[in-house]
């Protein structure tokens, strides 16, 4: 179980200044640099990690640290502070969670800024929860999964976990985040916890733990790590911390966009992206990064170089519309997540896109048809998801039953209408609208309004129509361990 700190600082410190402040938290430890100083770790004589911290990262806006953090942390700072992440791994009689304190507080001295540690939830009482292994957000490893064990407020796709997932990913094993019942994720984080290679888990107040997402009861096996508690009785239902109030909840649309593009010279990425983000969220993206927090300004041309580099490998990056500090009016809280990677036809983006909307507030669900349009128009379009569902409209997310997203749609591409057959595609259960050429076009499906009690049953009806033979071409979740 790991003890995270962060220091929020007012000007850089350099990688001489990261050492030194950990030689002054941990003078009996021997100093590690990895990842070519990316990272410098504490190992005590034998060999174990005892501490490690991440260099600086400037933030484009001091705002992202309000989100991730507590509201207001930022006010005294500088308006693109620097962000330095400590932690401290789980070891017996060692207070590894003062060393990582002692050193963020010793660069917040040097260099100026303030210091932020979250308030400790989950008891360290041993068992699958404490340890540590040679990766500082991994507290133990089976031979099939690995466990991060975040104790915080709210989880982010850190740079740490990103790492981790990449590194054991190679390995096959899967991802089991632990987190106690009072924290939530963020949309980034979830995208990642909702593939078949994650298992989101959390521990409630009585000690038991369950599934953050369906809230059956699991248990601890070596060799898998958690898994479905074969001895609950179904009658139990889920665990009674997973039963949601349903208070504060309002409608989110969850977007599955796949977009495909010529591998030309002159090809910038994310014009997808902004498309919906105006159309939906009414503003662009303001902040992009590989991680949370988010460090850099939107910029185009700075994510297509990113993904330039990383070719012919996949790039999974994060962004986010304006912080709410400076969210102008009209403009909706959205983020996402975007896939880049290379086809044997050119260059595809696959966006997962989010957007809260306020308690009352209905979405413009008939702003879904005209961008089916204009993906068309600009050729493109693969394939569209729409899906609506009951959530916080700050696009966070907590280990309790809020329902299940419902389809409020779905649009299909020239090519894979070209495969269904026009026809067939025009004649479906759901009526088709066409976009484009009548002999090539695009077909958006609309199956209703996400509140239905009989979407689903539209969706699959639907699907059986257009894949007959069982056959799917639905959006697949972006996945970080497909990053290097």
Known sequence: MSHDVVALLSSSPGRDSLIKALVQAGPRLR?????????VELRDDSGRLVAAAQAAQRLALSAEADRLLTDGISDDLPAQPYWVEARGTDLAGTDTAAIARRFARSLAARHGGTVWEPEARLDRDGGPLSGTTDHPAVAASTRTSFVVVQDRPLVPMS????????????????????TPSTSRVTHAL???????????????????????????????????????????????????????????LAAQLLIDLHVEHPAEDGLVLGAATELLAEALGGAPPSLWGTSEPLPRAWDRAELTATCRRRAPGQTWTVF???????RDEGVRPFCGTQRVSRTAHGVRESVTFAVGHAPGEEPDLESLAPLVGELTSRGVLQTMVVRRLAGRADL??????????????????????????????????????????PLTPSVWFRVGDGVEPDGWDRFRALMAHL????????????RPDRLR
Request: proline residues 11%.
């Open 31 to 39: 100093v590690r640099l990895v990842a070519d100083g990316a990272v």
């Open 159 to 178: 740079p740490w976990l990103v790492d981790a997932v990449a590194t054991h990913g190679r390995e096959g094993r899967r991802l089991q985040l632990v």
């Open 190 to 248: 979830r995208s990642m916890l909702a593939t078949p290679t994650a298992r989101w888990v959390v521990r409630a107040p009585d000690g038991a733990h369950y599934d953050g997402f369906h809230g059956v009861p699991l248990v601890w096996d070596p060799e898998s790590g958690f898994v479905v508690d074969s001895t609950a009785r179904v009658e139990d239902g889920p665990h009674e911390a997973f039963r949601g109030s349903g208070r504060d």
């Open 320 to 326: 986010a519309g304006p912080p709410e500090a400076v």
């Open 396 to 437: 966070t997310y907590a280990p309790r039953w809020s329902g299940v997203p419902v389809p409020v749609g779905m649009a299909v591409g020239p090519d894979a209408v070209s495969d269904i057959g026009r026809d067939r595609a025009l004649s479906a259960p759901v009526d088709g609208v066409p976009f484009g050429p």
């Open 467 to 478: 894949r007959p033979d069982g056959s799917t071409d639905s959006a697949e979740t972006s």
